[in-house]
């Protein structure tokens, strides 16, 4: 998800200097919302795996 993130930044940034406002304002806001489900998604399996850790070595 991240990597697509990153795409749909790149494709903005490319649209931005060459004009076209609206295709980069959307390729922005699509990155934007990919990169904020990449976060929570990252927080959501990093809370799981130190559940998971502590629950195996019995801390």
């Known amino acids: ?8 930044a790149v494709v ?6 060459l ?3 609206g295709i980069a304002g959307a390729a922005a806001g699509v ?8 976060v929570v998604g990252f927080l959501v399996f990093l809370v799981l795996g130190l559940m998971a850790g502590r629950k195996i070595t019995g801390n």
């Open 12 to 17: 903005a940034l490319i649209a931005g200097g």
């Open 31 to 38: 990155a934007k919302i990919l990169f904020f489900l990449f």
């Open 19 to 21: 004009g076209f406002g």
């Open 1 to 8: 998800m991240l990597k697509w993130a990153l795409i749909f």
